[in-house]
């Protein structure tokens, strides 16, 4: 397993743009799946981005498609989540989530997790 601490949220205003980190141990980082998922107050957490270890697949929720991007730079053990153009309704925790060898859009997916960061994006 990896560990997995995120970084970059804090309060926004809507419109605005915000990018999220997610710093990983150990070496062998290129070998997993990354996603990223959030967690509204009240709400289920879900699915936002993933991508595959070599960035070749990724996935976005229909929420966020044309808004977000979720990329990735092996050499630094780092995956990141570009945020444009954010509404009220991606306040939330967001989460970064990893797995060895896959990726996928649940949270079943992946193995190992980190702590969230906040985003609140005001109106």
């Known amino acids: 397993q990896v560990q997995l601490v995120e970084s970059g949220g804090r309060l926004v205003q809507a419109g605005g743009s915000l990018r999220l980190s997610c710093a990983a141990s150990?070496?062998?980082?290129?070998?997993?799946?990354m996603g990223w998922f959030r967690q509204a107050p009240g709400k289920e957490r879900e699915f936002v981005a993933a991508?595959?270890?070599?960035?070749?697949?990724?996935y976005y929720a229909d929420s966020v498609k044309g808004r977000f991007t979720i990329s990735r730079d092996n050499a630094k053990n780092t995956v990141y989540l570009q945020m444009n153009s954010l509404k009220p309704e991606d306040t939330a925790v967001y989460y970064c989530?990893?797995?060895?060898?896959?990726?996928?859009?649940?949270?079943?997916?992946?193995?190992?997790w980190g702590q969230g960061t906040q985003v609140t994006v005001s109106s």
């Open positions: 989530a990893a797995e060895r060898d896959s990726v996928g859009t649940h949270e079943t997916d992946f193995g190992s």
């Open positions: 991508i595959s270890w070599s960035g070749g697949v990724i």
């Open positions: 150990g070496r062998t980082f290129s070998r997993y799946g």
